[in-house]
């Protein structure tokens, strides 16, 4: 069953093909100022619904993972990179996170949450 989620103003929206069984909590210095938690998806199981104009990009160190934000209210809405699972990026293998606090109308709190130390890793 697909989840639908969208920014605080609504210009920016996208739906994953179903709910996370877990997100994670990334220490990084832009995850842990943006607050987010991420679910992980593959390219497959996202599609924006909202156009591709509504929303902004921030490229940061390596340039490697494209963050994305409405382009209106600056909320950080998902991000697209390589798989990182064992360290190093698998660009065979391109995940989607998204921010999970945007779901509407799921429990995030039923789902357990992961930290990844992302301060350290990279």
């Known amino acids: 069953m697909p989840i639908e989620a969208s920014c605080h103003c609504g210009e920016t929206v996208f739906e994953v093909t179903e709910a996370p069984s877990s997100v994670t909590r990334c220490t990084c210095s832009?995850?842990?100022?943006?607050?987010?938690?991420?679910?992980?998806y593959k390219p497959a199981?996202?599609?924006l619904l909202s156009p591709a104009d509504n929303v902004a990009t921030y490229l940061w160190g390596s340039r490697t993972v494209k963050h994305h934000f409405c382009a209106?209210?600056?909320?950080g809405t998902?991000?697209?990179?390589?798989?990182w699972s064992t360290g190093k990026?698998?660009?065979?293998?391109?995940?989607?996170?998204?921010?999970?606090?945007?779901?509407?109308?799921f429990d995030l709190e039923a789902v357990?949450?992961?930290?990844?130390?992302?301060?350290n890793l990279w």
């Open 78 to 83: 998902y991000s697209e990179s390589p798989d």
């Open 89 to 105: 990026p698998d660009f065979d293998n391109p995940k989607v996170a998204v921010n999970a606090r945007l779901f509407d109308e």
């Open 112 to 119: 357990p949450v992961n930290v990844i130390d992302g301060r």
């Open 45 to 47: 199981q996202f599609r």
């Open 72 to 75: 209106s209210c600056g909320c």
């Open 30 to 40: 832009l995850c842990a100022k943006r607050g987010a938690l991420w679910a992980y």
